[in-house]
């Protein structure tokens, strides 16, 4: 089970942040993850640990169950990631944005919606072909 | 026969009392379970410093996961009671008064200061046009708001929303607006005939936030750690007020105590409740008892003091819309380090078709941890981190109320097993006038789209009122008195928020307290 949990964290920490999970956001991940778990039942968490160990692109998989309102706990964990990659000093530049960058910006809404529609086809199908 | 006066509760209502008995030279006992946090975070300096150097952990997210309940338990608490210095003021409620509901978001404080230890510090003084319901006029609170910014210090400017807001003399400076702000002010300036026309005001807002040193207190220091730490000594806590009485030995405090009902005793009052320390038993003696334990708590003490679990009474919030605004202007921009996290403006729309006067409070959002934004933006994992970086930097948020009376509002019972019921409907959505004032942000340079905008759930605003309703004759055992006096009851006053029956669309704290003090002068004159 820790094995498990462990590799889900540094998998969710490795498809938001890219990069390897620090030891103390692994220790943290657990606890917080099973609070989560008390809440949803059994065949809930087993349908999770089947995404999670099977599906390489979770940051897919999550995209689409949070448009599609499924796999809540899959969503609520990247969120928990989430907040815990900001606590880290070391991603601060992660979240902050220090310079002017109006190009990149427009830039990046540019990409955002053929990113947005490939990760939603590729988790959709993902999801369906593996789950 | 000397009056012994008893005040239940530690938060604004109650320590507005209190400053009110010692103003006329009475000593005062204030019982309260009275929580308190358990130490501050250590931290100096500004937010933005602070994390690039150390872990955010203990000041986010805390041991006991407190800064993730929202995601963890699905509670529905604003992000100010939402993390670990800050939970303190909610903690125990559940316990100390149990609240069955499926669609009223009750939230109580059982901590010194109470709701407003984590409060959104907007004071506004009510007008006459916002008392209609209520037997009482602004000139009989005046002196009582006076005393009390005196108290408070509140920072504000008398402009384009006088009308609403009142003229004040005893204002601060207002506080500095933030880039986006000061874009937003600039661009209503430039437009104002027009807007004004289409009866959109927009101002500086009324806080209790210092902008100079007072009584003490530090002025604010724009570090953007407004929403994290607690008792900051540049908003106002009612617990500032309360320690400097208790210091002075102006009042008796009773902390850890939590107070269920009392009963009568020949023409005294006992009151009754526990110890939270170790649930022993606890009564004392009065001749007149001032509830101030909040609108919700104090309906409880009345309906078991009468053991009635059949009464339905009523309750009104204010509802809230949260309406997320983003300024394209500042896409890509630098975060700004130095602002104040809370309010920094205010929009009124004071509708040319006579509906009723909505008020926005524009707030700034770089005291947010910024991973608030990442369920709101509808993106992958990857895309969405770099949108909070490049784009949220040119955010901010509405919260647009509306005001509230008994037409919309819910009710709050006893029931047998000792817990509250509340019950409230669902609001109606108010489209016409969300449309009228997004077209106005827009041409303030400030964007939304309505699917963004999130109807909060009643009981979201925290502004509960209307309970036991206040008349100039009471016929109701539930109704009080012009001089807060429960029907029926002698000895008994009412003095937080349960009087009004009608709450306008702005925050009720400073006007609750300013009645408070009222009540406490009445029967300070009484015999």
Redesign the interface.
Same mark, same amino acid.
């Given at each position: 089970m820790t094995y498990m949990i462990k590799g889900e964290a540094e998998k969710i920490y490795r /498809? @938001?942040? *890219?990069k390897d999970i620090p030891e $103390?956001t692994i220790e943290?991940f657990k *606890? $917080?993850s099973e609070?989560?778990e008390q809440?949803f039942q059994p065949e809930e968490i087993e349908k999770h640990q089947k995404i999670t160990s099977t599906i390489s692109d979770l940051?897919?998989a999550?995209?689409t169950s949070? @448009?599609l309102r499924k796999n809540p706990l899959l &969503?609520?964990k +990247?969120? #928990?990631m @989430?907040?815990?990659?900001?606590?880290?000093?070391e991603n601060?530049d992660? +979240? $902050?944005?220090?310079?002017?960058? &109006?190009? *990149? #910006?427009?830039l990046?809404f540019a990409?955002?919606p053929f990113? /947005?529609v490939y990760? +939603?086809v590729k988790g959709f199908l993902l999801l369906k072909i593996k789950i | 026969m000397k009056k012994v006066i008893t005040i239940i509760g530690g938060g604004a209502s109650g320590v507005a009392a209190a400053l009110g008995f010692v103003k006329k030279g009475i000593i005062p006992t204030i019982i309260d379970v009275g929580k308190r946090n358990s130490g501050n975070h250590n931290t100096e300096g500004n937010l933005y410093d602070y994390r690039r150097e150390n872990d955010l952990f203990d000041l986010m997210i805390g041991d006991e996961m407190e800064g993730l309940s929202n995601i963890i338990e699905g509670t529905n608490l604003p992000p100010k009671l939402n993390n670990p210095m800050n939970k303190y003021v909610t903690s125990g409620a559940k316990d100390l008064s149990p609240i069955e509901s499926s669609n009223f978001n009750a939230i109580q404080s059982f901590a010194a200061g109470g709701l407003a230890s984590a409060w959104g510090a907007g004071l506004y003084r009510y007008n006459d046009s916002d008392l209609k319901e209520v037997p009482l006029n602004s000139q009989e609170l005046e002196p009582f708001y006076n005393i009390l910014s005196k108290e408070i210090g509140i920072s504000g400017t008398n402009d384009d929303l006088i009308p609403f807001f009142g003229n004040d003399n005893t204002l601060l400076p207002p506080v500095k607006l933030s880039k986006k702000s000061d874009y937003i002010y600039k661009n209503y300036q430039r437009k104002k005939n027009k807007l004004n026309r289409k009866g959109i005001f927009v101002g500086h807002p009324r806080m209790a936030v210092l902008t100079s040193d007072l009584n003490k207190r530090k002025q604010c220091d724009y570090s953007n750690f407004d929403i994290w730490l607690n008792n900051i000594p540049w908003i106002y806590n009612p617990v500032q007020t309360l320690d400097r009485l208790i210091k002075e030995k102006k009042v008796i405090y009773k902390p850890g105590i939590h107070i269920d009902s009392w009963k009568r005793n020949g023409e005294g009052l006992i009151i009754l409740g526990k110890n939270t320390s170790d649930n022993s038993p606890f009564q004392e003696k009065t001749n007149t008892l001032v509830l101030a334990a909040g609108t919700i708590n104090t309906a409880k003490i009345i309906l078991k003091s009468k053991q009635d679990n059949k009464t339905k009474l009523r309750i009104i919030d204010n509802n809230l819309y949260q309406i997320p605004l983003v300024i394209p202007a500042f896409f890509g921009s630098v975060i700004e380090k130095t602002t104040l996290g809370m309010t920094n403006l205010n929009l009124v729309y004071n509708s040319p078709d006579g509906g009723p006067t909505l008020q926005g409070s524009i707030i700034e959002l770089t005291s947010l941890p910024r991973s608030v934004f990442f369920d709101r933006i509808p993106v992958s994992s990857v895309m969405n981190l770099n949108m909070i970086k490049m784009t949220s930097p040119s955010f901010l948020a509405m919260f647009l109320y509306f005001p509230s009376s008994y037409r919309d509002g819910g009710f709050i019972r006893l029931a047998g097993n000792n817990n509250l019921q509340i019950g409230h409907k669902d609001y109606f959505p108010e489209k016409k006038q969300i449309r009228n004032i997004i077209r106005a942000l827009f041409s303030m340079g400030a964007w939304t789209h309505p699917l963004l905008i999130q109807q909060s759930k009643p009981g979201y605003a925290i502004h509960y009122a209307g309970t036991i309703p206040m008349k100039e004759k009471t016929t109701s055992d539930y109704e009080s008195s012009m001089d807060g006096r429960l029907h029926r009851e002698k000895g008994v006053y009412v003095a937080d928020g349960s009087p009004f029956s009608e709450i306008a669309a702005k925050n009720l704290s400073f006007t609750l307290m300013a009645n408070a003090m009222r009540i406490a002068d009445r029967i300070s004159e009484k015999k």
């Open positions: /498809s @938001i942040f *890219k $103390i943290r *606890k $917080i609070r989560l809440g940051a897919a999550e995209y949070r @448009i &969503i609520r +990247f969120q #928990t @989430i907040y815990l990659g900001e606590c880290l000093p601060y992660l +979240f $902050i944005n220090e310079k002017k960058g &109006i190009i *990149k #910006t427009l990046m990409v955002v990113n /947005s990760k +939603f | -």
